[in-house]
Nanobody, 131 residues
Framework: QVQLVESGGGLVQAGDSLTVSCAAS????????MGWFRQAPGKERVFVGI????????YYRDSVKGRFTISRDNEKNTVYLQMNSLKPEDSAVYYC????????????????????????WGQGTQVTVSS
């Protein structure tokens, strides 16, 4: 069992940067690929990006490539989502999720985008970007 707790959300202006964190409980954090999703009001929860167990491979949705960076610190059981050049359309609740059966490769996979592939979810943290 893994418990995930996001933090670091808030209200920022367009063009600003923000880093949200996800702290995991348990001693098996490094055995999970970690994903980030987001959900805007009235919309479905969508994939943002994923990072491999060792942190060497990441994959992102097109709309955040070059602006968002996912990293992890397995010693601290924490995964991060650094968001730069934020836009109002990035406003959403951001969720982290742990996947036991995903093995990210640089080429990407439709499986990364499927919520059913993730075994554990955090409660989310709100990010609001004002124009």
């Amino acid at each position: 069992q893994v418990q995930l707790v996001e933090s670091g959300g808030g209200l920022v202006q367009a063009g600003d940067s923000l880093t949200v964190s996800c702290a995991a409980s348990g001693r098996t954090f490094s055995s999970y690929a970690m994903g980030w999703f987001r959900q805007a009001p009235g919309k479905e929860r969508v994939f943002v990006g994923i990072i491999s167990r060792g942190g060497g491979t990441t994959y992102y949705r097109d709309s955040v490539k070059g602006r968002f960076t996912i990293s992890r610190d397995n010693e601290k059981n924490t995964v991060y989502l650094q968001m730069n050049s934020l836009k109002p359309e990035d406003s959403a609740v951001y969720y982290c999720a742990a996947a036991q059966n995903l093995y990210p490769r640089s080429g990407g996979s439709l499986r990364y985008r499927q919520r059913s592939e993730y075994d554990y979810w955090g409660q989310g943290t709100q990010v609001t970007v004002s124009s």
